[in-house]
């Protein structure tokens, strides 16, 4: 097949062919190549075994050997070895001669040839295959997206011009390579990974949330499969508060945030009172028609999400996952980790404002993700719901090297890290 490199059992026709006498273009048919590529393969890969001149004199193998009348004096201008076979075929497989010849020789063989090849494929692939030049420049862009907590997929896809794969910049700065830049495995955002839950004893089942169970949510995604899930979740640093309520729209991974100071179910449904009545009945009924969160209190009046609270009617159905079982809506889970990086665990949330959170979905939203084929989740929902919605819902767009996804997007927030690691290295002193 064209474009594909030899086996070895087409090497080992090479040579059989080779040793049959036949012609170049004959080999190629046998193996369907063309004959310019079994040519380069003998010229590349053929074995020279030269012939030892000793007792012949300074002339060698020169065809003028018999009748030069200069031999003592050296080799001349007219000095010439030749061999027509040799020429003409470029290796002595098949010769008859080949076993009484003196003169040098060359030979294909198939093993030997692909032992070559094999070497050769991984020695190319092997070292750094950048220029000075080339690795400034990536140097460059790479530096300040990951002090931004940016990560490298995300500055792969938001920069093309880097041609390197995301693989290969991960085993670049592993190795090294930009250790000059300041650029080191301590730059690159932390690999996530959940911890193994403790076994714990099943909690018995609350009577209010009968119809509301996974398996409930199940059977009405089967019924229903054209309603998207949003999930829903809470986030807090102590249980005094404040918390942040959240919400992941399955289908583009968009997130909202809302600052509460209460963790009630009143407080958590007036949420969606506020979105029902800013994007209307119509808008609200394509986002939050059904509803997937845990089972934490805050959640556990079902009515008072599921019910306009002024006309009493249904806007919303809720379902509840399964006790210790954060799988069942793992889309909000996983984007928690992007609100971690600027929200990190044990730092107090107190004097955060609703603008802050809003910024930082904001950067979390413009953040490219690998799940929708490198668009953001700002992308994906204008895409589905138009640039109007995004209008009600006041999410903004971030420009690509613009996002930061650390602390330091919010100076409250980079103020008490900064504390919180002094008083950490000065209590190892």
Request: proline fraction near 4%.
């Amino acid at each position: 097949m064209p474009g594909v490199h030899l086996t070895l059992e087409e090497r080992k026709s090479i040579q059989s062919g080779l040793d049959s006498c036949k012609t170049k273009a004959e080999i190629a048919v046998g193996i369907s190549k063309s004959a310019s590529t079994v040519s380069k393969e003998i010229k590349r890969y053929k074995i020279a075994k030269p012939s030892s001149s000793y007792g012949r004199g300074p002339c060698g193998f020169c065809i003028h050997v018999r009748n030069c009348k200069d031999k003592r004096k050296g080799r001349c201008s007219s000095y010439k070895e030749f061999c027509e076979r040799l020429q003409r075929k470029g290796v002595c497989n098949g010769c008859d001669k080949r076993y009484v010849c003196r003169q040098g020789k060359c030979y294909y063989n198939a093993d030997s040839a692909h032992k070559s090849y094999r070497f050769k494929l991984s020695d190319t692939r092997q070292g750094v295959n950048l220029t000075e030049t080339e690795k400034n420049f990536i140097a460059q862009v790479l530096s300040p997206l990951l002090k931004q907590g940016q990560s490298l997929y995300q500055i792969r896809t938001n920069h093309p011009e880097i041609k390197l794969s995301v693989k290969t910049l991960y085993t670049y700065i592993e190795s090294g390579i930009f250790k000059e830049s300041g650029i080191n495995n301590f730059s690159l955002r932390r690999q996530v990974s959940m911890k193994a839950r403790k076994k714990t004893k099943p909690r018995k089942t609350p009577a209010n949330y009968k119809h509301h169970t996974y398996d409930d949510y199940i059977k009405f995604k089967e019924d229903n499969p054209d309603i998207p899930t949003t999930e829903m979740d809470t986030l807090y640093n102590e249980p005094s508060g404040p918390y942040i309520q959240t919400f992941m729209f399955q289908n583009s991974n968009l997130m909202l945030g809302f600052l509460h100071t209460e963790k009630t179910s009143a407080s958590m449904a007036s949420v969606l009172d506020l979105l029902e009545e800013k994007l209307g009945k119509k808008d609200y009924a394509k986002l939050f028609s059904l509803l997937l969160t845990d089972r934490g209190t805050e959640f556990a009046i079902h009515n008072l999400f599921e019910y306009n609270k002024k006309a009493n009617k249904l806007r919303s159905n809720i379902f509840y996952c399964n006790p210790q079982k954060p799988s069942e809506k793992p889309h909000v889970e996983t984007n928690h980790n992007y609100v971690r990086d600027i929200f990190p665990n044990a730092i107090s949330f107190k004097g955060i404002t609703q603008e802050d959170v809003d910024i930082a979905m904001a950067h979390i939203n413009s953040t490219p993700r690998k799940s929708l084929n490198g668009r953001t989740p700002y992308e994906m929902f204008k895409y589905l719901f138009g640039t109007k919605t995004l209008d009600k819902l006041a999410v903004k767009k971030i420009e690509k090297d613009k996002v930061i996804l650390t602390p330091q997007l919010l100076p409250l927030l980079e103020k008490r890290c900064r504390l919180s690691k002094a008083a950490l290295m000065a209590s190892y002193k």
